[in-house]
T-cell receptor, first 115, second 117 residues
Framework: DSGVTQTPKHLITATGQRVTLRCSPRSGDLSVYWYQQSLDQGLQFLIQYYNGEERAKGNILERFSAQQFPDLHSELNLSSLELGDSALYFC??????????????FGNGTRLTVT | AQKVTQAQTEISVVEKEDVTLDCVYETRDTTYYLFWYKQPPSGELVFLIRRNSFDEQNEISGRYSWNFQKSTSSFNFTITASQVVDSAVYFCALSEARIQGAQKLVFGQGTRLTINP
């Protein structure tokens, strides 16, 4: 168990809808990351938050947004959903230290199916 | 631009065989980090190892070993005496350390390893 909690595990919704994915990082971790895993694109970095602030951005669509709250949990909001958004969405967290980049610890993912 | 290539899409071996998963990376930075992650059939991503660009020492952890060679931009992973429980998709990943604490992992496409009894 990585200590990163993601809810829900599965989500089925229709095109055009909006969903929110939730992530609780490991205790003590200040950074939260979102990744998308799809068959055609593989694992793609979406966005990173550190202690409530956006730290790095990847290939995140404008229809997607994220935030990290004062209690450090994070939410990924996906709107105007399209069939191609169907994927496994991972949240990860890490602790920042002086020794270089810390490894990411991933949650079990939320499987989103858009019909 | 960063890139990670795992040329082996699928590997299938019989239990107890040794198997090596290849990883070749591209980066312009002198400071970077390499990782291996395992994704078992249950779907989660499990961290295996991190290596920074200044540490070319090979590492061994039980049946797992990693060979990092900057000269060939490779970071290969070997499983000795494979077991059925090693069956998973293995990902190699690269991160450049451009901004303090910012981390964008670039993943390879993964190698699906099947260990047959």
């Amino acid at each position: 168990d990585s200590g990163v909690t993601q809810t829900p595990k599965h989500l089925i919704t229709a095109t055009g809808q909006r969903v929110t994915l939730r992530c609780s990082p490991r205790s003590g971790d200040l950074s939260v990351y979102w990744y998308q895993q799809s068959l055609d694109q593989g694992l793609q970095f979406l966005i990173q938050y550190y202690n409530g602030e956006e730290r790095a951005k990847g290939n995140i669509l404008e229809r997607f947004s994220a935030q990290q709250f004062p209690d450090l949990h994070s939410e990924l909001n996906l709107s105007s959903l399209e069939l191609g958004d169907s994927a496994l969405y991972f949240c990860a967290s890490s602790v920042e230290g002086r020794g270089g980049l810390s490894p990411l610890h991933f949650g079990n993912g939320t499987r989103l199916t858009v019909t | 631009a960063q890139k990670v290539t795992q040329a082996q899409t699928e590997i299938s071996v019989v239990e107890k065989e040794d198997v090596t998963l290849d990883c070749v990376y591209e980066t312009r930075d002198t400071t970077y980090y390499l990782f291996w992650y395992k994704q078992p059939p249950s779907g989660e991503l499990v961290f295996l190892i991190r290596r920074n660009s200044f540490d070319e020492q090979n590492e061994i952890s039980g049946r797992y070993s990693w060979n990092f060679q900057k000269s060939t931009s490779s970071f290969n992973f070997t499983i000795t005496a494979s077991q059925v429980v090693d069956s998973a998709v293995y990902f190699c990943a690269l991160s450049e350390a451009r901004i303090q604490g910012a981390q964008k992992l670039v993943f390879g496409q993964g190698t699906r390893l099947t260990i047959n009894p």
